[in-house]
């Protein structure tokens, strides 16, 4: 994991001197509100329906024990003893003040955190795949990358107004994708050419919210070293021609959807030209300088598959199917990649209380070298763990209410905070996230159904991806009532596309029925053993509408 | 009192800036040290050559080009940046693309909207005078140019990212 030297450390706590004087100034009348507004969102704090949150970076998802603790500590102490990881790979607290809001920062930066960039029109933390590092599908390590981008978008001083909020996700999996490039205002797929060099296929102007797209490419190759230039050339133009005159259009997508994406992409070359070759070019030194902090931990020499693992599977029902679930293959012979559920039945998506966070972090001491990775899918990872200790880690688990088997399965539902804390909400989503999940309790009939992304927003501004799911389903406001619609066919990874309508909406006592009824007519035109995503592209939306608005005779 | 910023204090300003004209072409152009609406430059551009540079500046709005002065650059002895809103941040790209690209070397200055939060990014994009909006003390904004000791990126004030200079 990277750590802070003299330099990243002076930063962070010339930032939180910074915020200090701002906050000061504010209460003092000295800035106005909308003057505080941008620079208060820059450090993470919004306000919100009951109360400001505050969103504090975890840099491409990856947090220490020593960090998490002090999340818990934090958490307890300013806030109400439970906090929200987003979809960012972020964590959210709900209820901190505002004077506090600056000690909070400073505590914070002890372990070398911070709530930088974490929202505002500016760039964002840049997001990556939850098992980079340790999956035998990448071609290398992408959070090197991700850290090279970190430091040069942190204050930034040419794109601290841009337009609107920027995301910069990266992959290196030539055939999966869970870092959801295709759908961020900038996508960055690490590949090899054909000397076997590595480079970047560069997509723009993806996004969701209000108008989702999926990003183009712009670029089928741009060589290591020129990461920084190339991304500073494309910024530069979004900066200077994208919209302000209307938020909703002011996102990249819509830029690049105007010029196109080939006008756009000759833009950024001709502006790439004459930078390309400016001292941020990077320089294998600094490539290898960052590598060096994410090598690998001191693994031991383990047999694959022990007999401590394999016996236990044929012998326990319940840890075959958590086993089958939420546990994936790992580089290294002996080793696993294990993803803790945080959507437990009643538990709002995402959300984690203190103690959890406590035990979390022994649970990563204990297990996996003290690391762990949050995931856009709102769960944790436990990225290193001995194949043979899985099923006391199973065990461990089990009371913490992270074991749900439930991955990738309808109920690890994606799902906002919605009207229970947002004020931009239709509606609210997590009654109907639960609703689902209580509906759908049965994990023969969920494992019988497979992978189904189910993603819920309280609003039209997607922050729940409902776009992207599998099935959709999206918080609509009708002569003040709360109703709910439903979209088919999404997907977020490499075979990304946005869902369809279904048609009008429902009233959120329907809504479980409704899904019931999709269910249905997948299970029964499914070919063996297609996904839902796969029937849905073969069969088309029509004999999902047919069923679901069927009169009753 | 004098609200203007330059290499690190609070000076005099004996500039004037002359508004944006419907007709640019028509726009008459008071002698003595004037700042000078793109438009009206362009327009009339012959005539305005013949100035003296030591008396003559040009500014852009936000959504103009710097491309349009690139061969004009030696007749002027202030090129100001509007920023029509503190939130606009088109100028901190004009203002690298002045100074990186187009090499100019005199005085930039940021007018409109120019309040202490922001000094710090436009000092590091190249500006070296401030126009600090008129509600505001300039002697207060004065510690924003100061924000922070260390930076990541290479920009105007220090052309070599920190990953060239980090000291092992
Ligand atoms: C409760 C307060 C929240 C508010 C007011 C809020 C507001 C917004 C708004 C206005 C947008 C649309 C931006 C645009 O289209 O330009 C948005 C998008 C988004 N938000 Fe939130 N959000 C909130 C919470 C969250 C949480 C908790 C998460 C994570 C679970 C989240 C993740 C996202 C994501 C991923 C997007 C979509 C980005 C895209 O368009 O590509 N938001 N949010
Ligand atoms: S999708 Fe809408 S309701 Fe949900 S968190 Fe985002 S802004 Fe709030």
């Known amino acids: 994991m990277y750590r802070y030297d003299d330099y990243d450390r002076q930063i ?16 003092a009348g000295e800035l106005s509100n909308e003057e505080f507004l941008p620079l208060r969102l820059q450090n993470g704090l919004y306000v919100q329906r009951l109360a400001p949150m505050l969103r504090i970076c975890i840099p491409y998802g990856m947090l220490s024990s020593a960090q998490l603790r002090k999340l818990s500590e934090v958490t307890r102490k300013y806030d109400k003893g439970y906090a929200h990881f987003t979809t960012r790979q972020n964590l959210q607290l709900n209820w901190p003040s505002i004077e506090d809001s600056p000690k909070i920062l400073a505590e914070l930066a002890e372990v070398e955190m911070h709530a930088v960039q974490t929202s505002g029109n500016c760039i964002r933390n840049t997001t990556t795949d939850q098992f980079a590092g340790v999956t035998p599908e990448e071609i290398v390590d992408p959070r090197p990358y991700c850290e090279i981008i970190r430091q040069w978008s942190t204050f930034h001083p040419e794109f601290a107004f841009l337009p609107r909020k920027f995301k910069i996700a990266v992959n290196s999996c030539p055939d999966s994708d869970r870092a959801a490039i295709q759908v961020h205002d900038i996508g960055i797929q690490i590949v090899k050419d054909a000397a076997g060099e590595i480079g970047y296929k560069v997509l723009a102007g ?3 919210g209000r108008t989702p797209m999926i990003g183009s490419v712009i670029r089928e190759f741009l060589p290591e070293l020129d990461l920084l230039t190339y991304l500073e050339a494309i910024l530069r133009v979004y900066n200077r021609y994208g919209r302000r005159d209307n938020k909703y259009k002011a996102r990249i997508k819509i830029l690049v959807k105007a010029m196109s994406p080939e006008a756009f992409a000759e833009k950024v070359e001709a502006e790439w030209e004459r930078i390309k070759d400016s001292p941020s070019k990077l320089t294998l030194a600094e490539i290898e300088r960052i590598k060096s902090f994410f090598t690998e931990p001191a693994y031991l020499a383990l047999e694959d598959q022990p007999a401590a693992l394999t016996d236990r599977l044929a012998e326990n029902k319940f840890f075959n199917n958590w086993h089958h679930r939420n546990v994936a293959q790992h580089k290294k012979p002996g080793y696993a990649i294990v993803t803790l559920t945080l959507k437990k039945l009643g538990v709002p998506p995402g959300n984690i209380t203190d103690k959890q966070m406590d035990r979390l972090a022994e649970l990563a001491d204990q297990y996996s070298f003290g690391e762990m990775r949050i995931t856009h899918e709102q769960n944790v990872v436990l990225a290193d763990v001995e194949q043979g200790k899985l099923f006391e880690l199973w065990e461990a688990i089990k009371s913490l209410g992270f074991a749900t088997p439930n991955l990738g399965t309808l109920t690890d539902i994606i799902c906002c905070p919605g009207g229970d804390y947002c004020s931009l909400a239709n509606a609210k989503s997590i009654p109907v996230a639960e609703a689902i999940q209580e509906r759908f309790d049965n994990l ?4 019988d159904l497979g992978n189904i992304d189910l993603n819920i927003s309280g609003c039209m501004n997607a922050c729940g991806h409902h776009h992207v799911g599998a099935i959709g389903v999206l918080g609509v406001d009708k002569k003040g009532e709360e109703w709910y619609q439903i979209s088919l066919g999404g997907a977020s990874g490499q075979d990304a596309s946005l869902g369809q309508i279904l048609g009008p909406s429902f009233a959120r006592e329907q809504m479980a029925d409704v899904i019931e009824k999709i269910l249905d007519v997948y299970v029964s035109s499914r070919n063996d053993d297609e996904l839902f995503i796969d029937t849905f592209r073969r069969v088309g939306i029509t004999p999902f509408k047919e069923r679901v608005y069927a009169k009753p005779n | 009192m004098p609200n203007l910023i330059k290499n690190a204090a609070v000076v005099a300003d004996d500039w004037t800036v002359l508004d944006k004209a419907e007709a640019p072409a028509e726009q008459v152009v008071p002698t003595g040290k004037v700042i000078i609406p793109l438009s009206t430059w362009l327009a009339q551009r012959e ?8 008396q003559t500046g040009v500014w852009l709005d936000s959504d103009e080009e710097p491309d349009t002065i690139g061969a004009d650059l030696s007749h002027f002895s202030v090129i100001a940046v509007n920023f029509p809103k503190f939130a606009d941040g088109r100028g901190y790209s004009i203002a690298r693309i002045l100074r990186e690209q187009l090499h100019y070397a005199g005085e930039l200055r940021a007018i409109g909207d120019v309040l202490m939060d922001q000094l710090f990014f436009m000092k590091r994009c190249g500006f070296d005078a401030f126009a600090v909006r008129a509600d505001r003390d300039a002697e207060k904004a004065l510690a924003g140019l100061a924000d922070f000791s260390v930076t990541y990126q290479a920009s105007v004030d220090q052309p070599e990212p ?6 092992h």
């Open chain 2, 47 to 54: 005539q305005l050559l013949a100035r003296a540079p030591e």
């Open chain 2, 162 to 167: 920190l990953f060239r200079r980090r000291m």
């Open chain 1, 444 to 447: 023969d009939y969920l494992y």
């Open chain 1, 12 to 27: 962070i706590k010339e930032r939180v001197k910074q915020f200090q004087g701002q906050t000061d100034r504010f209460f």
């Open chain 1, 206 to 208: 993806g996004g969701l």
